[in-house]
C-alpha cells in the first residue's frame, strides 16, 4: 500500500499508509489520562488565578506540564494544579438561580446613581459660596 | 589556562547541545499528548539557547567562528558531539529515557561548571542551571510514572529503552584530550567526576523506577574525536538546509 509523501520529513519518514482504514472505533472519554485544572500566580502574594486545564497521569506530571502551559510565557511565582473530578461545581442547568428580575435594580451596584448626587451636592455647595 | 583544551571542551557539550536540541524539536506537532509536544519543544529552544551561548563564548573569547557559523557550516566529521544525542528519536520511551540519562549528566556537568574558573562558563552555567533541573524534573517524573507507576507494557517499554541506551549513555563521558589540563587550570572537573555523580544518581532513580541497569556494558565512544553514526549527516543535512541557502542573510 502507498505511503504518505509530505513536504516534512519526518512524516515521510514515518510510512504512513496513505488510505484511511474504512472503519475507525472512537477512543472513549479520558481513556488514558485525567485531565487537572491549572491555577497561576503571578506574584508573591497575588491570587491564584484559573487558566485552563490539562491531560496528566498524576499531579506531579500537571504540575510539570502545567509551568509549560501556562507558566513558560511572562512572570509566575507558583501554581496549583487541582484534579477536575475534586471540583465541585453547580450544574450548568442551574445557571438560573443566578437570575433576578428587572425590577429589582435596587440590588445592583449601578443602581444607586451616587455619583450624581455627589455632582449636584458640590454645585449647590459652590453655590452657596459664592452667594455668600 | 589552555585555551585549545577549553575550545575542545566546549564543542563537546555545545555540539552535544545542538544535536539533542534538533531530536527534541523533531516532536513538534508528533508528540504523544499535546502537553508532552510543547514540553519537548520548550525544553528543545532551551538546549539551543544554551549551544548557542556556548557558541558565543568561544566566538567572543578563543576564536572561533560566530555561533550561526559554528552551528550550522560544519560537516559531521568536525562535530565533537556524543553518538548517544545522534541516535534518532524512535518511539517516545526511547526519547524520554534518552532526555532523563542526558539531563541528569548535563546537571552535574552545569553544576562543575558553576564553579569553573573560565567565569564567562561560569556566569552562563549559574544563569541556565534553573531550567536544565526542570528539564530533569521532567524527564525523572516520567521514569517514576512509567517504569514504576506505570503497566506491564509501559515498565517493559522503559526497561528496552534503557537497555538499548545505556552503552551510548556512558559514551557521553568519553574523556577528552586535554582532561588533565582542565582539571588543573580549574576549568572543569573532569569527565570522570561528573559521570561518577551521574552513576549514582541515576542507579537511585532507575530503583525507584523498578528499571535494572545493564551490567558489563562497554561505553560507545568516537564522537569526541569526530567519528560519528550514519544518522548525524543526514541530521544536518535536514538541519541546515534553509541556512544553506543564503548563508549571510539577516534573520
Not at chain 1, 428587572?102 to 452667594?131: I, L, S, W
Not at chain 2, 559554528?70 to 558531539?81: G, K, T
Amino acid at each position: 500500500m502507498a505511503t504518505i509523501i509530505s513536504l516534512d520529513p519526518r512524516i515521510t519518514r514515518l510510512q504512513l499508509e496513505s488510505e484511511k482504514p474504512e472503519h475507525l472505533e472512537p477512543k472513549q472519554e479520558l481513556d488514558q489520562l485525567q485531565t487537572y485544572e491549572v491555577f497561576h500566580q503571578q506574584k508573591t502574594g497575588g491570587r491564584h488565578i484559573h487558566v485552563g486545564s490539562l491531560h496528566a497521569p498524576s499531579r506531579e506530571l500537571a504540575l510539570l506540564l502545567a509551568k509549560e502551559q501556562y507558566g513558560r510565557r511572562g512572570q509566575t511565582t507558583n501554581m496549583w494544579v487541582v484534579n477536575t473530578r475534586d471540583v465541585f461545581a453547580m450544574r450548568a442547568e442551574d445557571a438560573d438561580v443566578f437570575a433576578t428580575t428587572p425590577e429589582k435594580k435596587y440590588r445592583d451596584v449601578a443602581a444607586y446613581m451616587v455619583r450624581n448626587k455627589v455632582e449636584a451636592f458640590k454645585k449647590e455647595q459652590q453655590a452657596e459660596g459664592t452667594g455668600a | 589556562m589552555n585555551s585549545e583544551a577549553i575550545v575542545n571542551l566546549l564543542y563537546r557539550v555545545a555540539d552535544d547541545e545542538l544535536i539533542i536540541a534538533h531530536r527534541h524539536s523533531e516532536w513538534t506537532g508528533l508528540g504523544p499528548i499535546l502537553e508532552e509536544d510543547i514540553a519537548f519543544s520548550s525544553i528543545a529552544q532551551d538546549k539551543l539557547g544554551h549551544a548557542q551561548a556556548l557558541y558565543a563564548i568561544m566566538h567572543e573569547h578563543f576564536g572561533q567562528p560566530e555561533p550561526d557559523q559554528a552551528a550550522f557550516m560544519r560537516n559531521a566529521d568536525a562535530m565533537r558531539c556524543s553518538h548517544f544525542v545522534e541516535l534518532p528519536n524512535g518511539e517516545y520511551d526511547f526519547s524520554l529515557v534518552r532526555h532523563f540519562l542526558f539531563d541528569s549528566a548535563e546537571m552535574f556537568r552545569y553544576h562543575a561548571f558553576t564553579d569553573s574558573t573560565l567565569e564567562p562558563l561560569a556566569k552562563l552555567a549559574r544563569k541556565v542551571i534553573g531550567e536544565i533541573k526542570y528539564h530533569l524534573y521532567h524527564a525523572q517524573t516520567w521514569m517514576v510514572q512509567l517504569g514504576a507507576q506505570g503497566n506491564d507494557v509501559s515498565h517493559a517499554r522503559m526497561q528496552s529503552a534503557l537497555n538499548e541506551a545505556w552503552p551510548y549513555a556512558l559514551g557521553m563521558f568519553e574523556p577528552g584530550p586535554f582532561e588533565a589540563d582542565l582539571i588543573n587550570d580549574g576549568v572543569f572537573v573532569g569527565e570522570d567526576a561528573v559521570k561518577g555523580q551521574w552513576m549514582a544518581f541515576v542507579t537511585d532513580v532507575c530503583r525507584d523506577s523498578n528499571l535494572t541497569i545493564p551490567s558489563d556494558v562497554d561505553p560507545v565512544y568516537g564522537g569526541r574525536s569526530g567519528y560519528h553514526t550514519e544518522h548525524l549527516q543526514p541530521l544536518l543535512d535536514e538541519m541546515t538546509e534553509v541556512f544553506r541557502i543564503d548563508p549571510t542573510a539577516e534573520w
